[in-house]
């Protein structure tokens, strides 16, 4: 199975990733990284480690970048954004089963001059579909009602209709019940903190009976819903509110997946790391996650 991998910020941790895990993950599928191999190749100098001989690369620009660890700059932005453009092209059309995204700077991109926020953004737009973030480990996900927007903007959106629409697009993934937290603290505590529960509680009933069965439950209280971690899906409100959990948890071992599009993405959850980028630091355990749960998912197609 061909799955493409995109690069990443290459002055962050995205390529001694990629160096590190090639052995394994091509026990897993037939890896092809969109980037040029001569970048790879200075990478593995700079940490000192064997380049692997049978890495399979997509040439991706001819204006191959200096890396330059730990640095935001527009060059490493642009050419990160050109590896995951290839990636999602091999992707549509059928050339890979599976696309994984190593991580990019968002100040990066915004200094090429890209319009995207990140990865999901540019998903959505590429599509034209709402596309969902979820994330997580194989022992608790978490689906962001909200992803990247400032925290002012989140009740606004939190609305029945669109909601209970989010419910029912991630239910295919959730094969177990799926706690939906609350926005307000208490779960708003009948309306004294908040109304916006009252909408979630409307949300929830109507994807339940829609899916004709009782898949998800709440609104639960936040600053408890994790306690005891008694269910392995939820859906958080915001980003934080449901990342801050999950990350204190299950930060090494976690991914991030997109749902609601026509191919099949995944991703590390943890960026670019620019502080211990180039210094042999980088775990993998996120990598090799992302890639089982790709192989999983083109499985099922």
């Known amino acids: 199975m061909k799955i493409a991998i995109s690069i990443g910020d290459i002055n962050g941790i995205g390529p001694e990733i990629i ?11 037939t890896p092809i990284y969109c980037v040029d ?23 991706i620009d001819k204006n191959i970048p200096t890396i330059s660890p730990s640095t935001i700059d527009k060059d490493s932005g642009l050419y990160s ?6 990636s999602v092209a091999l992707a549509k059309t059928k050339k890979v089963k599976a696309i994984i995204t190593m991580p990019i700077h968002k100040k990066a991109w915004e200094l090429a ?23 997580g480990s194989p022992r608790m996900f978490v689906a962001l009602f909200s992803d990247h927007i400032p925290l002012r903007d ?3 959106t939190i609305n029945s209709e669109s909601l209970s629409k989010f419910l029912i697009n991630i239910s295919s993934f959730v094969d177990k019940k799926c706690g939906v937290l609350g926005l307000n603290p208490h779960a708003g505590d009948f309306g004294v903190l908040g109304n916006e529960e009252k909408e979630i509680i409307k949300a929830i ?28 899906y939820y859906v958080a409100m915001y980003h934080d509110q449901g990342l801050i959990p999950l990350k ?8 991030n997946i997109t749902l609601n599009i026509p191919i099949i993405r995944t991703s590390v959850d943890h960026g670019c790391a620019f502080d211990i980028a180039y210094k042999n630091k980088a775990h993998i355990k996120s990598y090799i996650n992302a890639v089982k749960m790709a192989v999983k998912m083109a499985h099922k197609e």
Do not use: W
């Open 19 to 29: 160096l590190k895990a090639h052995k394994k993950i091509s026990k897993l599928c």
């Open 248 to 255: 204190t948890l299950y930060f090494k071992e976690s991914i």
């Open 81 to 86: 954004y050109k590896s995951f453009k290839k």
């Open 154 to 156: 989140v009740p606004n």
């Open 205 to 232: 009933k109507i994807a339940n009976t829609k899916l004709n069965k009782e898949v998800f439950q709440g609104p639960l209280v936040p600053d408890v819903a994790f306690n005891g971690k008694h269910l392995k």
């Open 37 to 59: 191999k001569e970048i790879l190749k200075k990478a593995a100098k700079l940490i000192r480690y064997k380049m692997p001989k049978d890495i399979k690369c997509q040439k």
């Open 113 to 135: 001059n890209i319009k995207y926020k990140g990865h999901t953004d540019a998903l959505r737009d590429y599509f034209k579909s709402e596309a969902i973030m979820i994330l």
